[in-house]
């Protein structure tokens, strides 16, 4: 044990005293680090907004064959239907009205929701700054996702105009929901006359039920309640119309899994060059301590700590940087009026170091297996 | 009263290899003793295998045929991992170009053959590390690294780190072919002092005739063979 501790003091001895070496190949390690975790922090964004869990107990009926917000058009006389389907434990109108309907980094989204009804309906909604109050009190008034407020500098007291409102800004709002956190709760009749929808039309409802195994059979029980009406609606649980509804977001973001892939392999080839050209340049080195008593397998050792140190410097400064990157760009990515908000997440943190270790490890097999074999003589000799 | 018996002993050691389409057989059926305690210098023109010799003696490089006896080890017989284990107890080894860490301080260059030894503590390691160096004369150098020491000083380092581990033979492949005079002679001196006053068996490889004046006995080797060599009473002085 003391012998492993000496030699990872001595490994980390190369890793500091050969500092431009080092630097330049943490560097290299931070930037493919670096998109490997952005690359997850929006994968990880993704499985949050669309994986099913056993605890979702919350449907959107949407109009049928409708994606986007501004066309998507319910009568909100549906609400009493909706509430008196066995199975209903309570129900919300919601109009949404967004900038952008495609594919958008930075989509700023209004829910005009019911005054009185929201607290009731999302009760794990916090307000962190300003009250919940002041915004029942003024009727062009905005409860601000605190993602939201972050990203266009918000504070309660402000004013701010987007798609066509001005509201007052009355309360920043957290939620453990994501969703929550990127869009901006204004009243529903304020939202309603403000848009060409008009009083009377929503864009959605959303249904929440009693019991969480139930969910399909109450979309059923709603859609065939008004699939034969004017307004025919398609009831989904609530992740799969993110899933459904977002599908090309979906898909785009499922493709940069090819590019974390990529800068993956990146790192592996550039650790792996810099610690077999190391390992080439100090085979003397490597054979002197060999020489000296240093078994073959505390040299492989030497070379794996050492781009081991490497990988994880490399690690901590890509994930940190990508993650302070995030934080100061707050990006939020939009489709069809879904955000999907690139938060930094602990577990992206942790699975990057993870990786940035693993990586380190395989591309330091190679250079270890170079600096420990071959013969002693020619090692001394040649150098 | 009878002698005592050999530290080191070759019988029929031999070494072939193989370079490019030729067979090279730098050592042909050497036998060699060397007596505990003994300071015994190796001469020989380049290529008459002295350097083969000594890796063979220093358990870096294997014998193709023969008996190497160093102690109580027939070094012949051992693996690369136990002639790992073999040098680190009982073999000290000095290059001609000292072979230093360069990113390593004097100090812990010479604590370097120590760090993997089972059962030293960190105090005891460092006690042995400081006497080592100041055994050498370098005990205000430690903490300087090779580049910032003369070539006599890093050879004195390399002196320390080939004694750090008090092993019993000492090897030593042209130790003052880098050095002036002075730092030479300060090599010199304590290659003989370690040989004459702690016992060591001390082997050295030398192309100076002067160098190997300061041994007990000096042997010449040639096309594979040895011969005891006489150095001229001038030469010595």
């Known amino acids: 044990m003391r012998s492993l501790r000496n030699l990872a003091i001595l490994a980390g001895k190369q890793a500091l005293r050969h500092r431009t070496r080092s630097v330049l190949t943490a560097l290299g390690v931070a930037v493919g680090l670096f998109l490997f975790s952005t690359i997850e922090t929006l994968q990880a964004a993704l499985r949050e907004a669309t994986e099913a869990s056993e605890e979702d107990n919350t449907l959107v009926v949407y109009r049928e064959n409708r994606f986007c917000p501004s066309t998507s058009r319910l009568p909100q006389s549906y609400l009493d239907g909706i509430r008196a389907i066995p199975g209903v434990a309570d129900a919300i109108p919601v109009q949404i009205a967004v900038n952008h309907c495609g594919a958008s980094l930075d989509v700023i989204a209004f829910r005009g929701v019911p005054g009185d009804d929201l607290r009731r309906y999302n009760p794990d909604l916090t307000v962190v700054s300003g009250s919940y109050e002041a915004w029942r009190e003024r009727p062009d008034a905005a409860l601000v996702g605190a993602h939201f407020a972050a990203r266009r500098g918000l504070e309660p007291g402000d004013f701010f105009a987007a798609v066509g409102l001005r509201v007052f800004v009355a309360g920043i709002v957290t939620s453990p929901h994501p969703q929550d956190e990127n869009v901006a709760y204004v009243h529903l009749p304020f939202l309603q006359e403000s848009t060409t929808l008009g009083v009377g039309t929503v864009t959605q409802f959303n249904v929440r039920v009693d019991d969480p195994e139930e969910l399909d059979a109450v979309a059923a029980r709603i859609d065939g309640r008004f699939g034969d009406g004017s307004a025919p609606t398609v009831t989904r649980p609530e992740k799969a119309f993110f899933a459904q509804t977002a599908r090309d977001m979906v898909e785009m973001i499922a493709f940069t899994r ?6 993956v392999v990146g790192v592996i080839g550039l650790l792996a060059n810099a610690l077999l050209l190391a390992a080439r340049s100090r085979r003397r080195e490597c054979a002197l301590l060999q ?17 081991l140190y490497l990988g994880m410097a490399g690690g901590a400064l890509g994930i940190l940087g990508s993650f302070a990157f995030l934080a100061w760009r707050r990006f939020t990515f939009g489709n069809e009026g879904l955000t999907l908000a690139f938060q930094p997440d602990p577990s992206v943190a942790l699975a990057g170091m993870g990786v940035a270790m693993v990586l380190a490890l395989v591309a330091s097999l190679w250079p270890a297996l170079e600096a420990a074999r071959g013969s002693l003589v020619r090692s001394l000799r040649d150098g | 009263m009878n002698p005592p018996p050999p530290f080191l002993r070759c019988r029929g050691l031999t070494k072939t290899y193989q370079k490019g389409p030729n067979r090279v057989t730098p050592l042909q059926s050497l036998d060699l003793e060397v007596a505990p305690g003994e300071f015994l210098a190796l001469m020989g023109p380049s290529g008459s295998g002295k350097t083969t010799l000594l890796h063979c003696i220093a358990g870096i490089d294997h014998p193709s045929s023969g008996e190497l006896w160093v102690g109580d080890s027939n070094l012949a017989a051992l693996d690369r991992a136990q002639l790992t284990r073999w040098r680190a107890r009982y073999c000290g080894y000095v290059f001609q170009l000292y072979h230093l860490v360069p990113i390593l301080s004097a100090f812990e260059n010479v604590e370097l053959p120590l760090l993997l030894t089972k059962g030293l503590r960190r105090t005891e390691r460092r006690e042995r590390v400081r006497a080592a160096l100041a055994r050498v004369g370098l005990a205000d150098r430690a903490h300087h690294r090779p580049a910032e020491l003369s070539g006599g000083q890093e050879q004195r380092v390399a002196l320390a780190r080939a004694i750090v581990t008090d092993p019993e033979l000492l090897v030593a492949d042209e130790p003052t072919g880098d050095l002036d005079r002075e730092a030479a002679r300060q090599v010199l001196d304590l290659l003989h002092e370690l040989a004459r006053d702690n016992g060591k068996t001390v082997i050295m490889v030398t192309h100076d005739p ?12 040639e096309k594979g063979r040895l011969l005891e060599a006489n150095i001229p009473a001038e030469v010595a002085r």
């Open chain 2, 210 to 221: 002067r160098a190997a004046a300061e041994a007990d006995r000096c042997l010449h080797l």
């Open chain 1, 258 to 263: 090819w590019l974390g892939l990529g800068a």
């Open chain 1, 291 to 307: 020489t000296i008593g240093f078994p073959r397998r505390a040299v492989a050792l030497l070379v794996l700590g050492e781009g």
